[in-house]
């Protein structure tokens, strides 16, 4: 496949999304990624409906997993044990996000692989890292969101009820840091010859996220919350006659426009919003007020008028509305492939465009164990022995 990590070689033995996420951007771009799954398989193939008769394939692990092999073995084995300590020979860049110490238990650790391989790339993800008092609990997504402030942030602006955000927006920011991370780190090793390990932590890399705007008023140590805080006011989510759009006033030249496209000639000559200063002190009367004119008019029209006047401006769809959307459409971000047993499925092309060495979707996302005789039999091992194996139930192939 091409694209510009084309002969990277990554094992990828993670679960749920955050490490299956960041992998799958590795295989988009072109490296070889070989998900190494327990053997009922990693656990979001099941997670909510299935969508093909077997069970395998949810839409969650289709949109994680797509563009990799899969070899099935149980590594609490000692068959497991060598066939992953012969692919950690081969590989590039591990990458696992079991609980801090699971992998040094099973001998996987990272100062362990990497006399085998100094040049591999060990990379280790983990809920809030692998030191201090939460290192040993158990973590997904919402532990992180309320570790990190963005419950906080998202609080409702009259009771201040915290609330999460409806995705699973730490595990998945977290993979971007991730792909990152190992880029990174694969340039450096082009320089010295010598591998790594890379710990991120999913509250690390949220704290990170939120600080530029959401940390605002702790920012500057001994004067603490003297910065607006975007609790205090109402989203930029405004109603008109028949749906929902959003725009922005930062700019002056953005306010005398939203103030022209109003047709009210007093609203530009309003003190409390004349500068940007000023309408970020009376944020909420601001937003209130823009509220007011409008719900007087069509979401249709008011794209038109904020458009004509340079105002930055968005219908705000829902998500069946998306795949329809005329720049989406335009810009072909989504495209369709077929996934066997269960049929056409649509995906987000690789965000990233390059212009040499393009990334692209390598393909579905695998079965079970169904590249698991492949991998076998490239490390030498005879179709007698992998028979045994699957008797022993030690891998799992189709």
């Known amino acids: 496949m091409a694209g510009p990590l084309a002969g990277v070689r990554v094992l990828d033995l993670t679960g749920v999304v955050s490490g299956p996420f960041a992998t799958m951007f590795l295989a988009d771009q072109g490296a070889d990624v070989l998900k190494v799954e327990p053997i009922g398989g990693d656990i979001t193939r099941r997670s909510r ?20 092999r899969s070899l099935s073995i149980d590594m609490k084995t000692d068959v497991g044990r060598e066939v992953l300590g012969k692919l950690v020979q081969q590989a590039d860049v591990l990458v696992q996000n079991f609980r801090p110490g699971t992998m040094q238990r099973l001998g996987l650790g990272p100062n362990q692989v990497r006399k085998q391989n100094p040049r591999l790339i060990y990379v280790s993800i983990s809920g809030v890292g692998e030191t201090g008092p939460y290192a040993k609990k158990r973590v997904y997504d919402p532990i992180v969101q309320a570790l990190s402030g963005f419950c906080d942030i998202q609080a409702q602006p009259v009771t201040n009820r915290p609330q999460m955000i409806r995705t699973i927006v ?87 426009g939203f103030c ?40 249709a029209e008011w794209l038109a008028r904020l458009d004509e006047a340079d105002v930055p401006c968005a219908p705000i769809l829902r998500r069946g509305e998306i795949i329809h959307n005329e720049q989406v459409v335009a810009r072909e971000i989504i495209t369709e492939l077929d996934q066997p047993g269960v049929g056409a499925v649509r995906q987000p092309k690789p965000a990233a465009r390059f212009d040499v060495d393009a990334a692209v979707i390598g393909g579905p996302a695998p079965r079970v164990g169904q590249h698991s005789r492949e991998v076998l039999r490239d490390l030498g091992y005879g179709d007698a022995a992998i028979d045994e194996m699957i008797e022993q139930k030690a891998v799992r192939a189709v």
């Open 170 to 256: 730490a595990d998945k920011t977290t993979a971007v840091y991730t792909a990152q991370a190992i880029t990174a780190a694969l340039y450096a090793r082009e320089k010295s010859g010598l591998g790594q390990h890379i710990q991120v932590a999913m509250l690390d890399a949220m704290i990170s996220y939120l600080w530029p705007e959401g940390m605002m008023q702790y920012t500057a140590v001994g004067r603490e919350q003297t910065a607006a805080d975007p609790n205090d006011r109402p989203d930029l989510v405004f109603q008109t006659s028949d749906g929902y759009l959003t725009c922005g006033t930062i700019s002056d030249s953005e306010w005398q």
């Open 49 to 68: 409906a299935p969508l093909d008769k077997t069970g395998e394939f949810s839409a969650l692990f289709i949109s994680s997993n797509r563009g990799k």
């Open 260 to 299: 022209r496209a109003t047709g009210d000639p007093e609203l530009a000559n309003d003190a409390r919003f004349a500068t940007p200063a000023a309408r970020s002190v009376n944020a909420t009367a601001r937003i209130n007020k823009m509220q007011d004119y409008i719900r007087q008019h069509t979401t």
